[in-house]
T-cell receptor, first 113, second 112 residues
Framework: DAKTTQPPSMDCAEGRAANLPCNHSTISGNEYVYWYRQIHSQGPQYIIHGLKNNETNEMASLIITEDRKSSTLILPHATLRDTAVYYCIGVPFSSGSARQLTFGSGTQLTVLP | NAGVTQTPKFRVLKTGQSMTLLCAQDMNHEYMYWYRQDPGMGLRLIHYSVGEGTTAKGEVPDGYNVSRLKKQNFLLGLESAAPSQTSVYFC???????????FGSGTRLTVV
């Protein structure tokens, strides 16, 4: 599984876009990039995932570089409730894989009023 | 539709005691997982199951046992609790082809 590197913490002003970077230079061709977040010791919450194309859903956008060595999670209009630890994870998608998640330390995003 | 339910939510054990954590999901998911999270760290996989009657070891399986007798339930057992097992335990599940996991709200276990 790919090792990911994220900054330990970031701040963002409420209402502004939050851009969370992740380096995954060792990601293999059969691994998705997943993003989860964990709010105040609750269970992690799935946000979005992608392979090589940019993705968008109701929560966020995911921008993956062409070489797939890094990605950026974008929360377009951050609110106080987006304050959480954000995890970037490489997950193999082969049919025989149990796709267990390997969590790093993540990025503590603090949205400031 | 409750999703993933973990019981109990809190527990304090004495060293050497045993207990079982229950994870129940009502989404007909095939895959289920047990993770632990220590303060300031990410989650680490203990055991997982790819279907009823099957289990496998994860990253940190020592001191734990699991069973999946019914598809909707995944049990995590501690036979002889140790202070090093003080942690928050999360259960998760997903479908066979699904990409997003659904996590429970956690069980906070303290071993004294």
């Amino acid at each position: 599984d790919a090792k990911t590197t994220q900054p330990p913490s970031m701040d963002c002003a409420e209402g502004r876009a939050a851009n969370l970077p992740c380096n995954h230079s060792t990601i293999s061709g059969n691994e998705y990039v997943y993003w989860y977040r964990q709010i105040h010791s609750q269970g992690p919450q799935y946000i979005i995932h992608g392979l090589k194309n940019n993705e968008t859903n109701e929560m966020a956008s995911l921008i993956i570089t062409e070489d797939r060595k890094s990605s950026t999670l974008i929360l377009p209009h951050a609110t106080l409730r987006d304050t959480a630890v954000y995890y970037c994870i490489g997950v193999p998608f082969s049919s025989g894989s149990a796709r267990q998640l390997t969590f790093g330390s993540g990025t503590q995003l603090t949205v400031l009023p | 539709n409750a999703g993933v339910t973990q019981t109990p939510k809190f527990r304090v054990l004495k060293t050497g005691q045993s207990m079982t954590l229950l994870c129940a999901q009502d989404m007909n998911h095939e895959y289920m997982y047990w993770y632990r999270q220590d303060p300031g760290m990410g989650l680490r996989l203990i055991h997982y199951s790819v279907g009823e009657g099957t289990t496998a070891k994860g990253e940190v399986p020592d001191g734990y046992n699991v069973s999946r007798l019914k598809k909707q339930n995944f049990l995590l057992g501690l036979e002889s609790a140790a202070p090093s097992q003080t942690s928050v335990y999360f259960c998760a599940s997903r479908t066979l082809q699904g990409y997003g996991y659904t996590f429970g709200s956690g069980t906070r276990l303290t071993v004294v």
